[in-house]
């Protein structure tokens, strides 16, 4: 029996309660995504403290969301035959 919960096993909240299972590994800093943690998953499995660390262009790149040059279109004559 624990000596602060006072239960066998140790309540959730209990400090000496054993941390939940790993489900996954954060991709960007190899730590544990535990059950009911938030997570990213898109091309990977990225924490949501890493991506509350990121940048806009870190978070675009993992996104593999890629920015366009823009091009002047040249107008099409063609159309007053």
Not at 13 to 40: K, M, T
């Amino acid at each position: 029996m624990c000596d602060i919960c006072l239960s066998s096993p140790c309540l959730p909240r209990c400090p000496n309660a054993p941390e939940p299972r790993a489900v996954y590994n954060c991709e960007e800093c190899g730590e544990a995504i535990r059950e009911d943690d938030e997570y990213l998953d898109e091309n990977v499995k990225v924490c949501r403290g890493c991506i509350e660390n990121m940048s806009a262009l870190e978070l675009l790149d993992i996104l593999e969301i890629s920015f366009r040059t823009a091009e002047a279109e040249e107008p099409d004559y063609d159309d007053y035959d």
